[in-house]
């Protein structure tokens, strides 16, 4: 199978090319000019120059592909110009989407998020749960509209569509939000602990690699939608773990919600006048996302997949040791 992925260059997507790339398939990279591609094709993939906002970049990446995963996307808290998570994570989806019709490729798997579930009534809520109301951060609103709209097409042109949605992902070589907390906790620059009772859903990056993988192969798979995630963790259990395997001390110090939230406009406030993200990731939407958490059932990507998840504490230990490496 020819496999054109977007996102290639980033934490899961370099996974997915390295698990891509055991097997025959022929893979192919979307990569932007600034990109760190140069260890695609020792990972097995051919890296092609474009981006998710060039069409004709990607109808000529996509020429002759049977297969699109769309990986692209913008994963953070806070951004200088808020307008890239619409032009990334909707508009760049419609592109990819709309192309990938034209392209006549027979088979699309779009990575979204737990996140766009909102907050759910069920709880743990799955992949047939109605969706909240609200969503919590500018990404999670984003990547739903994404959603939308990668189902609304996929339903127009009768294109076959697989959704992965994975929880607050996990592993070692992680930059995003939620890597860097586990960095500042091992180093001790963390001043104190918030939300420590919040629970969110973790997943190890290698199973996020491993579920797309799955779910590229498998005929059952078109039109269904997979959770991906299995351990459920407050903030609290998730800075045991870490002081487990690093021996760090934590903060000694959980600072009040009201606190947090005013704490957290104020360096927001202050991010939005310098351009300079905010100290320890803390801003508005990142203390919105851990304060409501997700808590839900990844149990299907088991039983229809047969993917198999990695113990937490492994992942963690894995991090630690390449943080100190």
Not at 258 to 278: E, Q, Y
Not at 281 to 288: A, E, L, P, S
């Amino acid at each position: 199978m020819k496999i054109f992925v977007t996102g290639a260059t980033g934490f899961i997507g370099r996974r997915l090319v390295r698990r891509l790339g055991r097997t025959d398939h022929e893979v192919r990279c979307l990569v932007r000019k600034s990109s760190d591609a140069p260890d695609m094709e020792a990972l097995g993939a051919s890296p092609f120059v474009g981006n998710v906002a060039d069409r004709p970049s990607l109808l000529a990446g996509l020429t002759g592909s049977d297969c699109v995963v769309n990986l692209a996307n913008v994963y953070s808290m806070w951004e200088p110009d808020n307008s890239v998570y619409r032009d990334v994570n909707v508009t760049g989806t419609r592109n990819v989407m709309e192309c990938a019709f034209e392209s006549g490729v027979s088979k699309i798997v779009h990575v979204s998020t737990a996140g766009a579930f909102g907050k759910p009534a069920d709880k743990p809520f799955n992949e047939d749960s109605v969706v909240g109301p609200r969503r919590f951060s500018r990404y999670a609103k984003s990547k739903y509209e994404g959603e939308l709209a990668a189902r609304e097409l996929c339903r127009g042109h009768n294109m076959p569509l697989v959704v992965i949605s994975p929880g607050a992902v996990i592993g070692p070589g992680d930059t995003k939000p939620t890597g860097r907390y586990i960095e500042d906790l091992v180093a001790g620059r963390m001043p104190v602990t918030v939300y420590r009772d919040a629970v969110m859903t973790y997943v190890d990056v290698r199973d996020v690699a491993e579920a797309m993988a799955l779910a590229i192969e498998s005929e059952a798979a078109v039109g269904e939608t997979y959770l991906v995630g299995k351990h459920r963790l407050s903030l609290g259990e998730l800075n045991e773990l870490v002081r487990e395997a690093s021996g760090a001390a934590l903060p000694k110090i959980n600072l009040p919600d009201a606190a947090v939230r005013l704490t957290a406009a104020i360096l927001t406030a202050l991010s939005d006048i310098t351009k300079k993200p905010p100290p320890w990731g803390i801003c508005v939407d990142q203390v919105n996302m851990a304060r409501v958490g997700f808590v839900f059932d990844g149990s299907k990507a088991e039983r229809n997949l047969g993917l198999r998840y990695t113990p937490i504490r492994d992942t963690i230990k894995e991090i630690v040791v390449s943080l100190r490496g």
